[in-house]
């Protein structure tokens, strides 16, 4: 199957309101330009030096995620064009990225990642982090980030029941946070969970941005 296909294959499966990050990391810009010439206008990647190169050569409409783990050094290059900043997973990252978009004048839009998997990954704000951040305050101070939602990665695991638990906890937290947090705040709407192994589950756990790469551009080539 070609990139358009598949494309294809995920849109369609996907809900109104459900919109696809394509998850573009070591994948060539080829690739990329086959998925944006079939209508895909919204990519991810988790590389800073690999997506500022992409973003040379790709048309500009492109709306770019930094989906991955973001070293505060390295916001700075992307501050400029990133439309969206997926995974902030601390304080003082969120500090930065404020800091950058004041520079270059933008309001950069954010999600707060979870660390709700049982799998012992690196990353994430436990949910008990998640409130202490946001009860403490600071972040309301921030004319130059926009948090928008949440976002989680379930854990890499076949058993669906133990995925759609996780990705329910997120969903429940969301609400959660919604009342508590952002109640008069529509922007704060977006729940991003699901990858090419488990977006149909996401879909059904009130995913509202799944991000899917293998699914679309084959297996990655590290
Ligand atoms: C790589 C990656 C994805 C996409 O994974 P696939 O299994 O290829 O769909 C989604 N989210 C994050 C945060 C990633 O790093």
Redesign the pocket.
């Known amino acids: 199957m070609s990139i358009r296909q598949n494309l294809q294959k995920v849109s369609q499966s996907l809900p109104d309101g459900v919109r696809l ?1 394509a ?1 573009s ?1 070591f994948h060539p810009v080829e690739e990329l330009q086959e998925a944006y010439d079939a209508g895909q206008r919204v990519f ?1 990647e ?1 590389h800073e030096q690999e997506l500022s190169r992409k973003v040379e050569l790709l048309p500009k409409d492109i709306e770019w995620h930094f ?2 783990h973001l070293q505060t050094n390295k916001v700075r290059f992307i501050a400029p064009y990133i439309t969206m900043i ?2 902030v997973d601390s304080l003082r990252l969120l500090r930065e990225i404020n800091k950058q978009a004041l520079r270059c004048g933008r309001v950069i839009d954010v999600l707060l990642e979870l660390h709700i998997a049982e799998e012992a990954t690196k990353y994430g704000l436990s949910l008990d982090e998640c409130r202490e951040l946001l009860s403490e305050g600071e972040w309301r101070q921030m004319a130059g980030v926009r948090i928008r939602g949440l ?1 989680m ?1 379930a854990s890499h695991v076949d058993d669906e029941d133990q995925i759609r638990r996780e990705m329910t906890t997120a969903a429940q937290f969301f609400d959660e946070v919604k009342q508590t947090f952002f109640a008069n705040d529509e922007a704060f709407s977006e729940r991003s969970w699901g ?3 488990d ?1 149909p589950i996401a879909v059904k756990c009130r995913s509202t941005m799944v ?7 084959g297996p ?1 080539e590290y």
């Not at 991000?211 to 551009?217: E, L, N, S």
């Open positions: 990050v998850v990391k991810g988790s989906i991955g997926d995974a976002m990665m990858m090419s192994d977006y991000r899917v790469g293998t699914m679309i551009f990655r």
